[in-house]
Structure formats: C-alpha cells, structure tokens
C-alpha cells in the first residue's frame, strides 16, 4: 500500500465515468486497483498512478471493496462471474452503472450467495461533472456497508444519500435521467427557436443560463450545443440510448404515463441514426437544427 493510503479500493470500467473517479481517488490518496478490458484506457489510467490489474477476479484479490462501471448487462454478469470464480472472503460490490433494476437484482443475489455485498448505487451527473467531483451517489442495500463507504464516496462526489432498500438507487436514477432526457431536447429546442429567429447562439447561452428558464442540463449541453462541437462527449447518444430504453421500459411496466419523456424518444434516435452515436448527448441539437433548416459550422 503506498504509504499516507486511505486503502485499497477497486474499480472495473475504467471508462468516462469509472476512469474520472479512478483519477479523482488517487488524488485523494487511494490505491486504486483497476481493470478494463480497453488497453488504451488501462494505460491511460496507468500513468497517473492506477494499478492495472489483469482481469476483474485479480481486481476483487487486491481490494475489499470494488467499483464497477460498466457498459451493458453482459459486463456486469461476467465481472459477477469472476469475482464469485475467485473464491474470496466477503466484498463488497459496488455497482454504480444504470441498467434494468431485473439485472441488478440478478447479479446482486448471485453475489450474496458467494458470501458477498452488493450495493446498487447509480451516479447523477455527467462524465465532465465526474471529472469535477460533482456527482450525486443514490447508494441503496446494506445500509452499514454503505456507511462504511461514505469516506470513499466523498472523494469522488459531492453528496452521496443512502436511500434504503436494494434497487431505490436505480429507481431514483431512472427518474432523474427522465429529466435530463427531457431538458436536454428542450434545450436544444430552446436553441434551434432562438437562431431560427436570427440571435446569437452565445448570447442564447447566456441570457437563458442567467433567466428562468435556466436548468443544470442546459449549463452543461449549452456551450456545445452554442459552439456546435459534440466531439468531446461526456455521455454518447449510444450510450444514452441504453439508459432512454431502461427508463422507459421501467415506466411501462408500472403503467406509468411519460408524456414528455415518450416525445423526446425519435430525437435521441435521429441522432442515432444520423450518425451522431460518438458524439455528446448535446448532438440532439444538430438534428433539430437539420430540422429547422439550419446549417453551421462548428466554433471553438
């Protein structure tokens, strides 16, 4: 352990999201043990100090408690599997992805059954508000164990809420994303309406930023959708296009109606189509434009 260590904590996906948190641990002084199966991201997170491990079971030996940040269910089953194929003590995982509350549980009741801890904890924010530490952890499950993980918590995020039950950290994440799903097409609307009518996308960012009609995503997806440059992505529309399916299946099963949300679903899957899956969820902003009749180059 590198001496003045708070401990050993793991991370599996070493992605936007798992690769800022990995980076914000270490400056907090956190040997951080980590594995992706991206060889690119492994060195990356290398060279600013992260231990690479060769496989998710290698990561589990190394640390009592393991993050895991992952791309879709099949990750998550096969990163269980390892862990479980390992044959340790008790860990604790802690899945901060968002998938089907069904997959969780699944892979939460494998887990417990190999004499481990699962704990569902999504994350609120994006990949530029992990980098800055301004993420909400919706921790859920085993309520001493997400106590012991509020220090690690604080270092990577802003507030962390222990909301009860296994699967109330997915339940909230679902009806926080339906929001953002819904102020990010409203913002590009917002924007489309106001350089159809000839204003200055720059001057739309900061008059609407500093009026009412304001919102955490339009900061956010503002500047791009101001400068139109999506390259840098902190969400990708493929990706987002997981997350919309989760919400909106959740929603369906409790006969829940979703007006809004339901009408933002074409847009995201223009983009798609379009060809924007890369790029930041903020693209959406392209697509309206094509729309409208619109046509710009990308500002710096």
Avoid at 93 to 106: G, P, Q, R
Avoid at 129 to 154: C, E, H, N, R, W
Avoid at 179 to 200: P, Q, T, Y
Avoid at 204 to 219: Q, T
């Amino acid at each position: 352990m590198d001496a003045g260590s708070k401990g050993t904590i793991g991370i599996v996906g070493l992605g936007i999201m798992g690769g800022a948190i990995a980076r914000n641990l270490r400056a907090a002084r956190w040997r951080v043990v980590g594995y992706d199966i991206d060889a690119t991201r492994n060195a990356e997170l290398k060279a600013v100090g992260v231990e690479i491990a060769p496989s998710a079971g290698e990561v589990a030996r190394a640390a009592p408690a393991i993050l895991t940040s992952l791309p879709d269910p099949r990750a998550l089953e096969a990163t269980v599997r390892e862990i479980i194929a390992a044959g340790l003590n008790r860990r604790v995982v802690v899945e901060l992805s968002t998938f089907a509350l069904d997959d969780k549980e699944n892979a939460e009741r494998f887990l417990r059954a190999a004499g481990h801890v699962m704990l569902d904890c999504p994350l609120s924010g994006t990949g530029a508000q992990a980098k800055a530490k301004d993420l909400i952890v919706y921790a859920s499950g085993d309520t001493a164990a997400i106590a012991s993980l509020m220090p690690l918590f604080s270092d990577f995020a802003r507030e962390a809420h222990d909301l009860g039950v296994f699967g109330n950290g997915s339940r909230m994440k679902f009806v926080a994303n339906l929001l953002v799903a819904i102020h990010n097409v409203a913002s590009a609307e917002a924007f489309v309406l106001g350089m159809k009518a000839g204003l200055d996308p720059q001057q739309i960012l900061k008059l609407v930023s500093a009026g009412a009609g304001n919102s955490r995503v339009f900061e956010l997806r503002g500047p791009m959708m101001a400068a139109n440059r999506y390259d840098e992505a902190t969400m990708k529309i493929s990706t987002w296009q997981k997350d919309m399916a989760v919400i909106g299946d959740f929603a369906r099963a409790l006969g829940c109606p979703t007006p809004l949300f339901s009408a933002s679903e074409p847009v995201y899957a223009a983009a798609l189509k379009g060809g924007h899956g890369a790029e930041d969820t903020a693209a959406v902003c392209a697509v309206l434009e094509a729309e409208a009749g619109l046509r710009r180059a990308p500002t710096r």
